[in-house]
C-alpha cells in the first residue's frame, strides 16, 4: 500500500537509529569513564552492592589509618620508656656500689646520690614531657580510673586493659576464699639438746642456702637471732614464741608456693627437733584462691591476675579471707582498629604513670623515697631496700615495655596485615561489579558504530520510497 501521509517505514528505521544511537552513547560513556555502572539505570541491583562495598573499602582505609596512627603512638611511648629503663640500670649501679661502704668515701657517696637525684628526676621530666601530638603518654593519661578502692585490701592495682561496651564504668568484685601462706616451721624447745659435740643445719629458703653451727645446748633466743641475720640471704626469718621460752618459728619472708623452708641436719651431738620431728624437715607455701567478677584469678601468693575479653587487671590483696569491690570508671586508651564501630573491633590499654612517685609499690617502697633526705637514701645506709625498690621499678618499666611490644606486635600489626588482605578483597570484588569490560565494551562500540551508520541509510531510504507516489501521479 502507497501511503505519503504516514510513513511508517522511516518510523521504524528513526527508532531503531535512536536505539542504535542510544546504545552507542552508553558504550562511549563505559569507555570514557572505565566504569560499567556509571548510573543507577546501568545496573540497579550492581550498583546498590557496589556502593556498600565502596563503603566498606573507605572504612577499612580508614581503620588503617587508625591502626597506623596507634601504632606510633604506641612506639613513642616504648621509645621513652626505654630511655626510663637505661636510667633505672644507672640508678642501681650507683647503689651497688656505694654499697662498697669499705672502699666508698662520703665524698663519693654523696656523688652518686647527686646523680641518683638527677636521674630521678629525668624520669619524672621524661614521664611528665613524652606526647604525641599534645597527648601525654607517660603522665598517667592514659592510665584508668577508679573509685571505692579499699586499700586495706587491696594492696596494689594495675589495671591493664578494659573493654567497657555499652557499660558506663566496669564493676570488680573481688573475692579471696583462702589466703595464701608463707612456709612455716617450728622449734618447740628452749634450746639445742645438751650433747657433747656441735650441731651443724643447712637452712635452705627461696633467696638461698646457709649453714649454722650451734653449740649443744644453745638457747632458741640465741638460734633464732641467727637465722634472723641471714634472712635476706635466705629469705628465712624467725620469731620467738613465749620469749623463747617455748622455741621459736622459721618462716620464709614471702607468700605462695614458691615459697619453702627447709632445714637438713649435718652434724649434731642430739636431735635438732622440729615440728614434724624429723631431719629434713621443710615446707612449702601455698598460693591465695580467689575469684574476681566470678572468674578463678590466678594466683602467685598475695597477687591476683586475671586476663579475658572484658578485664585485664594484677593486685596483690591482704594474706587474709574477705570480699571487696570496686569500680573502675573510665579512662585508658581506645583504639578503634576496625571498620565498624562496636566492642570486637576496638581494643583498650592503659599506661600507667611512670613518675618517680609511681614506680615501686607500697610494700617495698617507691622511687622518690631514694632521693636525698627521704627514706631510703644512700647516707641512711639502707642499700637493700633501696635496691629492692629500683628492682621493682625496672620490672615494672619492663612489663609495661613488653605489654606495648606485644600490644603493637600481636595486635595492630596482625590488625594491619588482615586489613590489606580484606580492602585488597573487598576492592577486587567492587571493581568486578562495577569496571568496565574494555574488550567487551570496544566490540560493542564496533556494533554500534555499525547499526548507527546502517540506521541513517535506511532512514534516508525510507524518506525517499515516498517518491514513488510521484510516478502513480504522473501517469
Do not use: C, W
Not at 592510665?143 to 566496669?170: D, E, H, K, P
Not at 635452705?204 to 653451727?213: E, P, Q, W
Not at 636525698?372 to 633501696?386: M, P
Not at 541513517?456 to 515516498?466: C, G, H, K, R, S
Amino acid at each position: 500500500m502507497a501511503r505519503i501521509n504516514t510513513n511508517v517505514s522511516a518510523l521504524t528505521a528513526r527508532r531503531n537509529l535512536n536505539s542504535a544511537y542510544r546504545s552507542l552513547n552508553g558504550t562511549l560513556e563505559h569507555l570514557s569513564t572505565g566504569l560499567r555502572i556509571s548510573r543507577g539505570k546501568d545496573d540497579p541491583a550492581g550498583l546498590i552492592v557496589s556502593e556498600r562495598l565502596r563503603t566498606e573499602i573507605g572504612s577499612v582505609g580508614q581503620a588503617q589509618s587508625n591502626t597506623q596512627r596507634a601504632k606510633l603512638i604506641v612506639s613513642t611511648a616504648e621509645g621513652a620508656l626505654d630511655e626510663v629503663a637505661s636510667l633505672l640500670k644507672d640508678i642501681q649501679q650507683k647503689i651497688v656500689e656505694a654499697a662498697n661502704r669499705g672502699a666508698f668515701s662520703d665524698d663519693e657517696l654523696r656523688a652518686n646520690q647527686l646523680q641518683i637525684d638527677s636521674a630521678i628526676d629525668s624520669i619524672t621530666r621524661i614521664a611528665n614531657t613524652t606526647s604525641f601530638a599534645g597527648r601525654k603518654l607517660l603522665d598517667g593519661s592514659l592510665a584508668y580510673s577508679t573509685s571505692g578502692v579499699n586499700l586495706a585490701a587491696v594492696r596494689s592495682l594495675r589495671i591493664n586493659a578494659t573493654q567497657f561496651g555499652q557499660l558506663a564504668n566496669m564493676p570488680v568484685a573481688v573475692n579471696v576464699m583462702r589466703a595464701a601462706s608463707q612456709a612455716t616451721l617450728t622449734f618447740p624447745f628452749a634450746a639445742l639438746a645438751p650433747g657433747a659435740s656441735n650441731v651443724t643445719i643447712e637452712l635452705v629458703g627461696r633467696r638461698g642456702v646457709t649453714t649454722m653451727t650451734f653449740a649443744s645446748g644453745t638457747p632458741a633466743s640465741t638460734v633464732a637471732k641467727a637465722i634472723i641475720a641471714e634472712a635476706d640471704a635466705t629469705g628465712i626469718s624467725a620469731t620467738l614464741s613465749a620469749g623463747g621460752a617455748a622455741g621459736f618459728r622459721l618462716y620464709s619472708r614471702g607468700y605462695g608456693s614458691k615459697e619453702f623452708v627447709k632445714i637438713r641436719v649435718l652434724s649434731q651431738s642430739g636431735d635438732f627437733p622440729t615440728a614434724g620431728g624429723t631431719n629434713g624437715k621443710e615446707d612449702t607455701g601455698s598460693d591465695a584462691l580467689a575469684t574476681i567478677n566470678g572468674t578463678l584469678a590466678g594466683a602467685d601468693g598475695n597477687n591476683l591476675t586475671i586476663k579475658n575479653s572484658s578485664i585485664d587487671l594484677e593486685l596483690a590483696v591482704a594474706p587474709s579471707t574477705y570480699q571487696t569491690a570496686f569500680t573502675i570508671t573510665g579512662g585508658g586508651a581506645l583504639f578503634q582498629v576496625g571498620p565498624q564501630v562496636n566492642t570486637n573491633q576496638q581494643v583498650n590499654l592503659a599506661i600507667d604513670a611512670v613518675t618517680a612517685s609511681r614506680l615501686g609499690n607500697d610494700t617495698v617502697g617507691y622511687l622518690a623515697q631514694v632521693k636525698t633526705g627521704q627514706a631510703l637514701a644512700l647516707s641512711t645506709h639502707r642499700f637493700h631496700e633501696a635496691g629492692l625498690v629500683v628492682e621493682e621499678a625496672i620490672r615494672q618499666i619492663s612489663m609495661l615495655r613488653g605489654r606495648l611490644g606485644s600490644f603493637e606486635r600481636n595486635t595492630l600489626e596482625t590488625n594491619m596485615n588482615q586489613l590489606g588482605i580484606t580492602q585488597e578483597n573487598l576492592t577486587a570484588a567492587e571493581s568486578a561489579i562495577r569496571d568496565a569490560d574494555f574488550a567487551y565494551e570496544t566490540s560493542r562500540l564496533a556494533r554500534d558504530q555499525i547499526l548507527v551508520n546502517a540506521g541513517t541509510t535506511v532512514l534516508t531510504l525510507a524518506n525517499q520510497t515516498t517518491q514513488s507516489v510521484l510516478r502513480l501521479l504522473g501517469g
